[in-house]
């Protein structure tokens, strides 16, 4: 109610029919109300209707798949920014370092395409009832992605497959995901320039753009007939 007289159009999305329906009837001119589960709704229209600015507070329960559905979404342009209260560890994990334990694939596929800013960090006290875990609240400004275009179908199951080991050395945690498209996770990361005995948690986007480059299908050519 509050962010309606801000906007042209607000659109909002409820899971709650119960609050929804008592919500309805108040609702000003420029405000539309979708009932459902943000996790199944299609974002790509409001997208498309853009420039689109998103605002919320997320089920802590649930917060990461959202942020991961915003994320993929803001790969189209339209979506501007995003700012949203989390729990605080979840925040911690967006402008986390390499080499850190928050540092993972929310962390990269974050920084890939938006700058982070914590704006507010809220003990459980400023909150009735009050919960057992710290919030914060953050921005994410989105800008044009680090990655060549088309490269997500490899970028984003090499991270995730590398981060399922993240304790292993880059040589075995590469090891699936390199077989899977036919070349050797040694001669990858040779080419890299990357130290196989490093761990997937110390590489920084510049490792990753790097083992993309080498992965991508032009860089191993198919041999004449």
């Known amino acids: 109610m509050r ?17 929804a329906a008592e919500l309805r009837p108040r609702l000003p001119p420029n405000v539309d109300l979708v009932v459902g589960d943000i996790l199944d709704v299609d974002l790509s229209r409001y997208i498309a209707e853009g420039p689109l600015r998103v605002a919320g507070n997320l089920p ?7 942020l991961f559905k915003l994320l993929k979404a803001a790969r189209q342009p339209g979506l501007r920014d995003l700012t949203v ?3 605080l560890e979840v925040a911690e994990r967006l402008v986390a370092r390499p080499g850190t334990k928050d540092y993972g694939v929310l962390t990269i596929f974050t920084a890939l395409q938006a700058d982070v800013q914590r704006l507010l960090t809220l003990p ?6 009050a919960p057992k875990v710290r919030s914060a609240v953050v921005r994410l400004t989105f ?16 991270v995730k497959t590398m981060f399922m080991q993240r304790r292993k050395t880059l040589l075995n945690a590469l090891r699936q995901y ?5 070349l050797d996770s040694r001669t990858v ?4 320039g990357i130290d196989p005995i490093r761990r997937p948690e110390t590489l920084t986007q510049t490792d990753l753009l790097r083992l993309v ?13």
């Open 189 to 192: 990361l040779t080419d890299a």
């Open 60 to 66: 802590y329960n649930i917060s990461t798949p959202i």
């Open 143 to 158: 800008r044009p992605s680090r990655l060549p275009a088309g490269s997500e179908v490899i970028f984003d199951p090499m």
């Open 85 to 87: 209260m989390l729990q």
């Open 213 to 225: 480059s080498v992965l991508s299908p032009c860089s191993h050519p198919k041999p004449k007939a």
């Open 178 to 182: 390199a077989a899977s498209v036919g």
């Open 3 to 19: 962010l309606a007289p801000r906007v042209d159009h607000l659109t909002a999305i409820e899971i709650d029919r119960d609050l």
């Open 124 to 129: 459980p006290g400023a909150f009735r009832p």
